[in-house]
């Protein structure tokens, strides 16, 4: 059975109970103005079907930084980048957000299988594109909605928030329930299932790659770029 709700509820619940965020929390405000290089699109994992994924391509606000290095401390130098000029690599975060089928928030075994569902999308599609990236010589990892830790990089025990994420680098908003906080999305409210992707590579390169997924074609379309 999937574990996203308990362990994840978006991640604050486990984040906040391993370590302090207040710091984070503190400079979050500031890091809203963060240099957004790719607004968000929605694309099919596969041409044809309703797995959609909507993305966006951001650096990495200074808050999210120091909790980015808190997390993968420099482990992601350790793969080494092929890249002919170094200074053109930069930290990316690629925040993705499914459209769920329910609330999220009720409970129920339809409820469970489509966190399933919608669990098994987002790891194809991490998994995907991080395996694309490395063979391309850069760094990329993903993070595991159900834990909230690196599925690629290894000897990492420290939580990511992707509420807080979410918050930072999308301005979304989040609500308090209880311990835990609900994303809320501009559109989908609490139906709503967050995931990051991390890399390391020139933001081109990424935006490129990112590009060769089929944009979505549903009604949600509709108002995004592409």
């Not at 500031?30 to 596969?46: E, K, Q």
């Not at 391309?136 to 599925?151: E, N, T, V």
């Not at 994303?183 to 490129?208: C, E, K, M, N």
Request: net charge neutral; glycine share 6%; aromatic share 10%.
């Amino acid at each position: 059975q999937n574990v996203f709700w308990g362990n994840f509820f978006h991640h604050s619940c486990a984040a906040n109970k391993k370590r302090n965020t207040g710091a984070f929390k503190q400079t979050m405000v500031s890091a809203r103005t963060s240099s957004t290089l790719l607004p968000p699109r929605l694309v099919s994992r596969v041409e044809g079907t309703d797995d959609t994924i909507e993305y966006s391509v951001h650096t990495l606000p200074k808050p999210l930084l120091r909790e980015f290095r808190h997390i993968f401390q420099d482990q992601y130098l350790n793969d080494a980048d092929h890249a002919q000029d170094t200074e053109a690599l930069q930290l990316l975060a690629i925040p993705t957000n499914q459209r769920a089928r329910a609330d999220l928030v009720a409970i129920g075994e339809h409820i469970e299988a489509e966190k399933d569902r919608l669990l098994n999308v987002f790891i194809a599609f991490g998994r995907d594109f991080c395996m694309k990236l490395r063979n391309m010589g850069h760094w990329a990892d993903y993070i595991d909605p159900c834990s909230g830790l690196p599925m690629l990089t290894l000897h990492c025990n420290k939580v990511y928030s992707e509420v807080d994420g979410m918050e930072c680098l999308l301005n979304y908003k989040a609500h308090n329930a209880g311990f835990c906080k609900i994303l809320l999305h501009p559109r989908w409210g609490s139906a709503v299932y967050p995931a990051t992707i991390f890399a390391r590579a020139p933001p081109q390169v990424v935006i490129d790659l990112l590009s060769t997924y089929p944009a979505a074609q549903t009604g949600e379309t509709k108002g995004m770029q592409t």
